[in-house]
């Protein structure tokens, strides 16, 4: 089993910033890809950034030039810097990670941190 822990969420005044990070503990797995992605009330969850294993990066066109995603593989941590962030960014954010573990891919969800946008 491979554990997700995320931290970082809060609220924050439009215009702000705020950096999500989560990290990936357990036991025999290598990380693939890593990602996050956000859930607003009534809304389906939606890719905002994802980190793959050569080192490329993915963004959503909504957070493109205001998001950066970022990992430090040897901690199995991936971070996620929102910059200039806006009331349309308000949403439940969860952290993914694809692992290969004893020889099998498997796919593994955060528990989520909400974030607010809002003066």
């Known amino acids: 089993q491979v554990q997700l822990v995320e931290s970082g969420g809060g609220l924050v005044q439009p215009g702000g910033s705020l950096r999500l990070s989560c990290a990936a503990s357990?036991?025999?797995?290598?990380?693939?890809?890593m990602g996050w992605y956000r859930q607003a009330p009534g809304t389906q969850r939606e890719l905002v950034a994802v980190?793959?294993?050569?080192?490329?990066?993915n963004y959503a066109d909504s957070v493109q030039g205001r998001f950066t995603i970022s990992r430090d593989t040897a901690k199995n941590t991936v971070y996620l810097q929102m910059n200039s962030l806006k009331p349309e960014d308000t949403a439940v954010y969860y952290c993914?990670?694809?692992?290969?573990?004893?020889?099998?891919?498997?796919?593994?969800w955060g528990q989520g941190t909400q974030v607010t946008v809002s003066s």
């Open positions: 993914n990670a694809d692992v290969t573990r004893r020889g099998t891919r498997a796919n593994y």
């Open positions: 980190s793959t294993s050569d080192g490329s990066t």
């Open positions: 357990g036991r025999n797995f290598i990380v693939n890809t």
